[in-house]
């Protein structure tokens, strides 16, 4: 049985039972189970489901790790978490995040108005709101307006321009005023894909000179006791625990030294986000080499230490860790349409009574084949495609006898697979073949719902959610709808091959799940060929069962269009124009016609099937 890496990425959430893939959950519901409920009313395309459980999970493990350290190492901080927005905006996210973080404090952060508005809209009472990215006077005005409302706000300062901008706002408002945080420019970064936007390099943040520069006009403008955090961020996804330390001991000696330049007020630092979690499905491949607890551990004791040694108060700790929250309660499901080799049946086989040699000795591969010959046989099958194709070339054969080898050629691959295919002996041989791995046509975007995959080749782990119990045989690629060749989802035939079952989907339903896409890939998905935003619901676990609630079906094609700014009215009214000038069509087809592109504007651009 292959569990496809369930150990690695899973964290626990899900098990197989019974060949399902299942809700790790004392009644372990299977995912398949809610996708059909959800089909059951008509609706088709990709399904995404959120498990608000698994919002709560990671944010419990958060504070609980963190606490746990602060407990052990005898730290006098607090520790502070906010959820930074731009993972992921969606309200079917974040208003459960807002209700399941509020026992914790647990706030939000903002890096543009939009943001910043949701978060004073939504923000738990109490619990911390801060912003970074850059800032105009709108913006700025903006966080004013927060911290005149109650709200506990603090702007983060991403260069000298904006700490004049703040200090000029702060003449001309009311008394309530934010709290300013500054973020410093690290020499240190991080490692992984993400490592870029950590460093001295980094778009973000003041140097040493700046942060001097930026103490001196706090001072001079009366501002001095509201800066009470630095911030820094040495990279999103971080893999490797090492960069941090080296960033901690860095900002840990920069915190110490602005509190005796005379930032009295200053007692917090903010790691920003770049807690990992794992994507890979393979041991060989691991995307982070620490757990949680030692990041949590490592941060706790080496600010004490620094602390200590600089005779300082110990800062109250806060991270943005958005990733590692919002992954892996979003899990996009996906029917598979086509298997783009199932043309090659026996039924297509159009043998004529006097053949060319070629295609009977492919014809004879073919049904002598067995467990003791398959590889020799497989050897000899690719070896006679080739003379299948110099003969036509040479016009020796025609289409027929091209198509029949096509198809007994694949016959014998398909053949020879499920009789070799996952055995280690075999497998490299098998993988290496050039047709060896079947292509799955998946009903959904590529662009829209795994758009880093495109962008960055960022994997996230596959797998079917039924058969889990049976041998799946075929190696494969993943080819979404889209009418775009890189809307594709290969995989290392020799190293890390995707293996599927050999399925009719005309005869069942076999569906695909793509686990841990609820960082990133909802809010830069792109309505590309006009895919857009997948149907989703909200899954709530209950006692012996689970409740499908907040259904939301994808848009319908006239709202997509209105979106691209088009008048749908014009659009209506001209295939209304067009249809009923249309010389070709009676009165009565017309009205017909006429309904069936209204019900069709009216539906999402998702395929319905494949025939």
Same mark, same amino acid.
Not at 13 to 38: A, T, Y
Not at 166 to 189: M, W
Not at 315 to 341: C, K, Q, W
Not at 533 to 545: S, W
């Given at each position: 049985?292959?569990?496809?890496?369930?150990?690695?990425?899973?964290?626990?959430?899900?098990?197989?039972?019974?060949?399902?893939?299942?809700?790790?959950?004392?009644?372990?519901?299977?995912?398949?189970?809610?996708?059909?409920?959800?089909?059951?009313?008509?609706?088709?395309?990709?399904i995404l489901l959120r498990f608000p459980h698994l919002i709560k999970k990671q944010i419990v493990e958060i504070y609980s790790n963190f606490n746990r350290a602060i407990k052990e190492f005898d730290y006098k901080g607090k520790f502070n978490a906010v959820y930074p927005l731009k993972v992921n905006q969606f309200p079917g996210f974040v208003k459960n995040l807002v209700e399941i973080g509020k026992p914790y404090g647990y706030g939000l952060e903002a890096g543009s108005k939009p943001e910043l508005l949701l978060a004073m809209a939504y923000n738990n009472d109490n619990a911390p709101i801060t912003v970074n990215g850059f800032k105009d006077k709108e913006l700025i005005n903006i966080g004013f307006i927060a911290a005149e409302m109650g709200h506990n706000i603090t702007l =983060?300062?991403?260069?000298?321009?904006?700490?004049?901008?703040?200090?000029?706002?702060?003449?001309?408002?009311?008394?309530?005023?934010?709290?300013?945080?500054?973020?410093?420019?690290?020499?240190?970064?991080?490692?992984?894909?993400?490592?870029?936007?950590?460093?001295?390099?980094?778009?973000?943040?003041?140097?040493?000179?700046?942060?001097?520069?930026?103490?001196?006009?706090?001072?001079?403008?009366?501002?001095?006791?509201?800066?009470?955090?630095?911030?820094?961020?040495?990279?999103?996804?971080?893999?490797?625990?090492?960069?941090?330390?080296?960033?901690?001991?860095?900002?840990?000696?920069?915190?110490?030294?602005?509190?005796?330049?005379?930032?009295?007020?200053?007692?917090?630092?903010?790691?920003?986000?770049?807690?990992?979690?794992?994507?890979?499905?393979?041991?060989?491949?691991?995307?982070?080499?620490?757990?949680?607890?030692?990041?949590?551990?490592?941060?706790?004791?080496?600010?004490?230490?620094?602390?200590?040694?600089?005779?300082?108060?110990?800062?109250?700790?806060?991270?943005?860790?958005?990733?590692?929250?919002?992954?892996?309660?979003?899990?996009?499901?996906?029917?598979?349409?086509?298997?783009?080799?199932?043309?090659?049946?026996?039924?297509?086989?159009?043998?004529?009574? !006097?053949?060319?040699?070629?295609? =009977?000795?492919?014809?004879?591969?073919?049904?002598?084949?067995?467990?003791?010959?398959?590889? !020799?046989?497989?050897?000899?099958?690719?070896?006679?495609?080739?003379?299948?194709? =110099?003969?036509?070339?040479?016009?020796?054969? /025609?289409?027929?006898?091209?198509?029949?080898?096509?198809?007994?050629?694949?016959?014998?691959?398909?053949?020879?697979?499920?009789?070799?295919?996952?055995?280690?002996?075999?497998?490299?041989?098998?993988?290496?073949?050039?047709?060896?791995?079947?292509?799955?046509?998946?009903?959904?975007?590529?662009?829209?719902?795994?758009?880093?995959?495109?962008?960055?080749?960022?994997?996230?782990?596959?797998?079917?959610?039924?058969?889990? /119990?049976?041998?799946?045989?075929?190696?494969?690629?993943?080819?979404?709808?889209?009418?775009?060749?890189?809307?594709?989802? =290969?995989? /290392?035939?020799?190293?890390?091959?995707?293996?599927?079952?050999?399925?009719?989907?005309?005869? !069942?339903?076999?569906?695909?799940?793509?686990?841990?896409?609820?960082?990133?890939?909802?809010?830069?998905?792109?309505?590309?060929?006009?895919?857009?935003?997948?149907?989703?619901?909200?899954?709530?676990?209950?006692?012996?069962?689970?409740?499908?609630?907040?259904?939301?079906?994808?848009? #319908?094609?006239?709202?997509?269009?209105? /979106?691209?700014?088009?008048?749908?009215?014009?659009?209506?009214?001209?295939?209304?124009?067009?249809?009923?000038?249309?010389?070709?069509? #009676?009165?009565?087809?017309?009205?017909?016609?006429?309904? !069936?592109?209204?019900?069709?504007?009216?539906?999402?651009?998702?395929?319905?099937?494949?025939?």
């Open positions: 049985m292959n569990d496809y890496g369930l150990n690695i990425w899973g964290n626990s959430n899900f098990v197989i039972d019974s060949g399902k893939l299942c809700v790790n959950s004392d009644f372990k519901q299977p995912l398949v189970d809610m996708v059909k409920e959800i089909r059951a009313d008509g609706i088709r395309g990709p =983060t300062i991403e260069g000298l321009n904006e700490l004049k901008t703040i200090i000029e706002t702060a003449k001309e408002r009311f008394a309530p005023k934010p709290f300013i945080g500054l973020r410093i420019r690290l020499h240190n970064s991080g490692s992984g894909i993400w490592v870029k936007s950590g460093g001295i390099n980094s778009k973000f943040g003041l140097t040493s000179t700046e942060l001097i520069e930026a103490v001196n006009l706090l001072k001079k403008n009366n501002l001095i006791e509201q800066f009470t955090m630095i911030h820094f961020h040495i990279g999103s996804q971080i893999t490797e625990i090492h960069p941090l330390k080296k960033a901690l001991v860095e900002a840990g000696n920069i915190y110490a030294e602005l509190r005796k330049m005379g930032a009295k007020n200053l007692n917090s630092i903010n790691l920003g986000g770049g807690l990992a979690i794992e994507y890979s499905q393979v041991k060989e491949n691991f995307s982070r080499n620490y757990t949680l607890k030692e990041y949590a551990n490592d941060v706790v004791f080496l600010l004490k230490s620094i602390a200590q040694d600089k005779n300082e108060i110990e800062p109250n700790i806060f991270i943005e860790s958005g990733r590692y929250v919002a992954a892996s309660h979003a899990v996009l499901v996906a029917p598979v349409l086509e298997l783009f080799t199932q043309e090659y049946t026996e039924a297509k086989l159009a043998l004529k009574k !006097e053949n060319p040699p070629v295609i =009977t000795e492919l014809y004879d591969l073919y049904t002598s084949l067995k467990p003791s010959n398959a590889l !020799e046989y497989l050897h000899d099958a690719m070896a006679h495609m080739e003379s299948v194709l =110099t003969l036509f070339d040479l016009g020796y054969v /025609d289409l027929t006898d091209r198509s029949n080898g096509e198809i007994l050629v694949h016959l014998v691959v398909r053949k020879a697979y499920a009789l070799l295919g996952n055995k280690q002996e075999y497998g490299n041989f098998l993988n290496s073949l050039g047709n060896a791995q079947e292509r799955y046509l998946v009903n959904f975007s590529l662009f829209q719902s795994l758009p880093d995959f495109w962008g960055i080749k960022q994997h996230f782990p596959v797998m079917p959610l039924e058969h889990l /119990d049976e041998r799946a045989t075929l190696s494969a690629t993943l080819w979404d709808i889209t009418c775009d060749s890189d809307g594709e989802i =290969t995989f /290392d035939k020799e190293h890390n091959p995707l293996f599927l079952h050999d399925i009719d989907p005309e005869e !069942e339903e076999y569906f695909l799940g793509f686990f841990l896409v609820g960082a990133y890939q909802e809010v830069l998905g792109m309505n590309h060929n006009l895919f857009a935003h997948p149907n989703e619901a909200t899954v709530i676990l209950k006692d012996g069962g689970f409740e499908v609630t907040d259904f939301i079906e994808s848009q #319908s094609v006239i709202d997509i269009l209105d /979106d691209m700014d088009y008048d749908v009215v014009d659009i209506r009214e001209s295939l209304n124009e067009r249809i009923a000038n249309s010389p070709l069509l #009676s009165e009565k087809e017309k009205k017909h016609v006429l309904g !069936e592109l209204y019900l069709f504007l009216n539906d999402n651009s998702y395929l319905k099937t494949i025939q």
